[in-house]
């Protein structure tokens, strides 16, 4: 089903919306979702509408202007009114949609859900007194514009004298559908009235309801999958912005192509803040006088939006002043929490390596536990991989040279381990993914681990390894392979297109690529004191590591369709040709 202008945020029919909601009440909404969406033609998107936290990542930039009683219109299944509850006292959440109201009022995935009071009304009838609320986010996206000024002064009296209200709102090249036709997203175009649909307009809208401070957003690419945030009008924001396009799309990716060309467009014309598909409008009657120390300053900041938290840049007039790393939902605290206990543990040793480990401190806010950082010096590694062997040879001898070092300097003493505990490190039924029959002792030995050791998560300067930034991964003992096999697997996505072609290319065929990895890796293992057959066996591990940590933490990837490709990258993983290897 393609949503419709009864109910534009829902990609499936009456019938479907009923089984989710029954099943939800009788079960756990992610059982639930399991079942109503598998195969469904639509899973990603309502998938996202029902589990993405990122969509609202926007709270964090305005996290000053959220406080006290809140309402929450087209609230849906309530993903957002649960994100808003953990940073308010209450959450009032309308919806027109009974069904959808009947998962909300179902669901126990947030410890917010509490704070959540499901409320079914008509956003033009809503059953409340004036002056009720200190915080209104309404999301008007999908709807055609019509009448946004009358709806606007309508809530306005539902506001408190100081309090704040935030808008969710479609640009006009949302309304005529360029998202969708570059390929950024399937939501169909919604024509109507474009008068408002740029910031100036959405500033006279606010104006003329009574509103006298106000700031914008852009939410990019879109307000349904929200990658990058940032103040209209921040150059720096901008640069970040064209820059992320770059690094994120490949050559031959047409988003690529059509948004660094749209970009330069708008630049040479003046006209890009008025050309974002999605905005954050936030309103304020008069200029507040309260102060919320809880919240989190920025200046200039460019957010990205991450699994499992946002990290934000601050920028100053000679370039980023400092990093932030902000939790995505409470459940998430535990993960910044995790990096920054790592982290300082491993700095308290007196070695070289040391010096290429992120400095910062944790600070408390509204959030939870947020990591701060000071800018860090170099170019990510992955910028170095070329189209030709050298290049790919180069830049895998570079990682494994620092991981070798790394390793050897805080690894742990050798154990053998059993068939049985092999079989056991190998494995997570929740997911029941299984290993084979392991007949096998293999020697190995436990170490801390990056946990998502990528080519752009390493930078280095002049060939040399500056800085290992991202360890909400990261462990303090863990398996070697965990980060030894995730490094040249996603070299190879680089190079060959993807994870699962560059696997085969480098570990099943007798390529050029195929030999300098095998000699790299041989060498590698040689000097930290692992076999060959003991790495290639232990290759599961590198998705395992990470599917186990999200599943703790209930992040979006497991209510994704990423979850599943892990699922099949580690089956794929256990084929790699073991037998005919010798033991060295």
């Known amino acids: ?84 509850a953990e940073i308010v006292d209450e959450v009032y959440a309308v919806d027109v949609n009974l069904s959808k109201l009947r998962v909300l009022s179902a669901r126990e995935d947030h410890d917010s859900c509490q704070n959540v009071i499901p409320i079914h009304a008509e956003l033009d009838q809503l059953p409340f ?205 535990s993960m910044t929490e995790r990096e920054n206990h790592v982290l300082s543990e491993l700095r308290t040793k007196n070695k070289p390596i040391v010096d290429t480990l992120p400095s910062g401190q944790s600070a408390r806010s509204k959030f939870g536990t947020v990591r701060h950082e000071t800018p860090i010096d170099g170019q990510p590694l992955k910028n170095q991989i070329g189209g030709d062997i050298e290049s790919f040879r180069q830049t895998l001898q570079t990682g494994y040279d620092w991981l070798a070092e790394f390793q050897q300097t805080f690894r742990g003493e050798t154990v053998m381990r059993s068939p049985k505990e092999i079989n056991s490190d190998l494995s997570f039924s929740p997911l029941d993914l299984y290993s084979p029959e392991i007949t096998n002792s293999v020697q190995l030995f436990r170490t801390p681990v990056h946990g998502d050791y990528l080519a752009g998560n390493v930078y280095v300067r002049d060939k040399t390894v500056t800085n290992v930034i991202d360890w909400e991964y990261g462990a303090l003992s863990g398996w070697p392979i965990i980060d030894a096999g995730l490094f040249p697997l996603n070299l190879a996505k680089y190079v060959f297109g993807g994870v699962e072609d560059g696997f085969r290319a480098l570990f099943c065929t007798d390529t050029e690529y195929a030999k300098v990895t095998e000699e790299i890796i041989r060498n590698y293992c040689d000097s930290v004191g692992l076999t060959y057959r003991a790495f290639l066996q232990y290759l599961p591990s590198v998705y395992l590591h990470r599917m186990k940590i999200d599943w703790r933490h209930n992040t979006m990837n497991t209510h994704s369709k990423k979850l599943k490709k892990r699922i099949s990258r580690v089956e794929l993983l256990r084929t790699v040709p073991i037998d005919s290897t010798d033991s060295k």
């Open 1 to 84: 089903m393609i949503p419709t202008d009864t109910d534009p945020r829902s990609w499936l029919d009456q019938r479907e919306l009923e089984q989710l909601a029954e099943r939800v009440e009788n079960g756990s909404i992610r059982d639930a979702t399991r079942i109503t969406l598998a195969n469904h033609d639509y899973q990603t998107e309502e998938m996202q509408e029902i589990f993405d936290i990122n969509q609202d990542s926007w709270r964090i930039l305005t996290s000053q202007n959220i406080s006290g009683r809140c309402l929450d219109l087209s609230a849906g299944y309530g993903r957002r009114s649960m994100a808003l």
């Open 129 to 333: 007194p004036p002056g009720n609320f200190d915080t209104i986010v309404a999301d008007f996206t999908c709807s055609n514009g019509r009448n946004l000024r009358e709806r606007v002064s309508r809530l306005r009296r539902y506001l408190s004298d100081d309090g704040s209200l935030i808008l969710i709102l479609d640009g006009w090249t949302r309304r005529l559908g360029i998202p969708r036709l570059v390929g950024l997203e399937r939501q169909p175009p919604n024509y109507g009235d474009f008068s408002p649909a740029t910031p100036s307009g959405y500033r006279s809208v606010l104006r003329s309801a009574g509103f006298e401070t106000m700031a914008i957003y852009v939410l990019f690419p879109t307000a349904h999958s929200v990658e990058y945030v940032f103040e209209v009008g921040n150059e720096h924001g901008v640069r970040a912005l064209r820059q992320q396009i770059k690094s994120s799309l490949t050559d031959g990716d047409r988003r690529r192509n059509a948004l660094q060309t749209a970009m330069w467009f708008g630049e040479q014309t003046g006209a890009l803040d008025y050309c974002y598909p999605s905005y954050c409008v936030v309103g304020c009657p008069k200029e507040s006088s309260q102060s919320d120390s809880n919240s989190v300053g920025f200046k200039n900041p460019f957010l990205i939006s991450g699994r499992t938290r946002s990290v934000v840049f601050d920028f100053g007039s000679n370039g980023i002043n400092r990093v932030s790393k902000i939790p995505n939902r409470t459940e998430h605290i």
